[in-house]
């Protein structure tokens, strides 16, 4: 007589395989192939440069090209792959040049960092800037599915949830980073400093649907540094440049430029 684990094991062994799915397996090919092509020699060894980068190209496209495929398959609609693949390669100078100053940022900013090569190889921070960057290429290329999938493996890997949509200027810095959340339509200047904890949400979403393609999550301007635990809602929400938010405080109105704001529910000017 079967057990049980052999009958569902025998029905398990006969069920449809749907090809209707983006596989780990490539989403993680992917990324390692473009930290790869992005930060050489700190994913494997290189021999010569030249030969490695092409074959990271290669590869980028190949895995590229598996996951669009498969996205075509679960829209049922065209993405025009090897274009997408071509308008996706032309932006990598400007995801490169970014990723660069996030490494610069982090840097300059921890003080517990004692080279770029020991943030590119463990701060989760990075990591997670890194495949948000990639992903709001193809998020602004209106590749469905996909963008989300990529921050989403980020955000089981490092803890750290950012939407696609999102819009962050350059020099972003994130410390520790666990527990952090930026909603969709946030919008993040130069040289921001979040830490541990920290949500950009909305402020409610009971409309639910209704509220798609609206501002619904806060401006961030330039200089401002929001410490752990802070949480800030809203899209009309503006946090002014040069203010720096305090741990834990709930904000769901706009805070002027140069302010610092505590849980007490102070706000002074800096001096």
Request: glycine content about 8%; hydrophobic content about 40%; some cysteine.
């Amino acid at each position: 007589m079967d057990t049980n684990f052999e009958k569902w094991l025998k029905a398990k062994k006969n069920i449809e395989i749907s090809d209707d799915a983006l596989q780990e397996e490539d989403v993680i090919g992917f990324l390692d192939n473009m930290k790869g092509f992005l930060f050489p020699g700190y994913v494997e060894h290189v021999n010569i440069l030249s030969d490695y980068m092409d074959e990271k190209m290669d590869a980028i496209r190949y895995y590229l090209h598996k996951l669009l495929r498969a996205v075509e398959r679960i829209t049922k609609k065209s993405l025009l792959c090897e274009n997408m693949i071509d308008c996706f390669f032309n932006h990598i100078p400007e995801v490169d040049e970014l990723i660069q100053t996030d490494l610069q940022a982090l840097f300059d900013g921890d003080p517990a960092a004692k080279t770029k090569s020991e943030i590119i190889l463990t701060y989760p921070g990075l990591t997670a800037i890194f495949i948000y960057r990639i992903a709001h290429v193809l998020y602004e290329l209106e590749v469905p599915i996909l963008p989300r999938a990529l921050t989403e493996y980020a955000h089981g890997k490092t803890g750290i949830d950012i939407h696609p949509g999102a819009k962050i200027d350059a020099y972003f810095f994130i410390d520790h980073g666990t527990g952090i959340v930026i909603g969709e339509t946030s919008i993040i200047g130069k040289h921001v400093k979040l830490y541990q904890g920290v949500t950009l949400g909305a402020l409610s979403l009971r409309e639910g649907q209704k509220l798609s393609g609206t501002k619904r999550h806060p401006t961030v301007k330039d200089n401002v540094t929001i410490y752990s635990g802070a949480s800030v809602f809203g899209g009309e929400t503006i946090i002014g440049e040069n203010t720096t938010l305090g741990s834990n405080v709930f904000i769901t109105s706009s805070v002027e430029p140069n302010m610092t704001v505590t849980i007490l529910g102070e706000k002074k000017h800096k001096e």
